[in-house]
């Protein structure tokens, strides 16, 4: 399972897209400042935690709004391209097939996780504070997107629907996300639970709940793939 994890987050390092998505994020982080300097140059009484959250304002838009994008973007296709080329079938007699998930995964996340982590060193230079908070807050999302991303790749056997799907999630994910935390439609207000935008508003520790909603997306990945021959 380590090997594998280590396999996949060296691999999201490899390529163009990598590259630019790498280079987005710390360009947001370098130009937070000015962002927020210019917000705080308003005549507007902000409170001292507000403060804080606009320093990292910039960072928290783009993993929100751009994050599934960026995610499947990289790795729609973790599972479904090992499928396509028969590597699969080496990998499963060497390991398990829940290693083989769960190594994918945490692999994933773990790239993502640096990124984030990277951007709010960045914007600790400049403002001299580290939002700890707002950090865990987006790596949430991005373990969501993570997860979210293995497990329809597992269940969508060819990567160039994965390749075309991750474009459509990417744009509508955020806009529908965010119409079910405003919308009062008791028909479909109930999704919000199943979705990380609505646990990000609340307090108290609530964006916990989103690790375990993806935890429950890569048990999912896990019976599904344990189900199907490769």
């Not at 439609?185 to 609505?198: A, E, G, H, Q, T």
Request: glycine share 4%.
């Amino acid at each position: 399972m380590l090997a594998i994890c280590k396999r996949e987050f060296i691999q999201s390092f490899k390529g163009f897209k990598s590259i630019i998505v790498i280079a987005i994020f710390l360009l947001t982080a370098y130009y937070s400042k000015s962002f927020a300097d210019l917000l705080l140059s308003l005549n507007v009484d902000f409170t001292s935690e507000e403060k804080q959250i606009i320093q990292t304002i910039g960072i928290s838009f783009l993993i929100m709004f751009f994050g599934m994008l960026f995610v499947m973007g990289l790795s729609h296709d973790t599972i479904n391209r090992e499928t396509h080329e028969r590597t699969i079938r080496f990998l499963v007699t060497r390991t398990s097939r829940t290693s083989i998930i769960v190594g994918k995964f945490l692999g994933i996340s773990l790239f993502w996780f640096v990124c984030l982590l990277a951007s709010f060193v960045i914007i600790s230079i400049f403002v001299h504070d580290f939002d700890f908070i707002v950090l865990f807050q987006s790596t949430s999302l991005a373990v969501y997107y993570s997860a979210l991303t293995v497990l329809l790749s597992v269940l969508i056997p060819k990567p160039g629907f994965t390749m075309f799907l991750s474009v459509v999630l990417g744009i509508a994910f955020p806009i529908f996300n965010g119409w079910l935390v405003l919308t009062t439609n008791n028909w479909v207000s109930w999704l919000k639970y199943i979705f990380p935008f609505y646990y990000l508003d609340e307090v108290n520790g609530m964006f916990l709940i989103v690790f375990l909603l993806a935890a429950v997306f890569v048990a999912i990945a896990i019976l599904a793939f344990r189900r199907r021959e490769c």
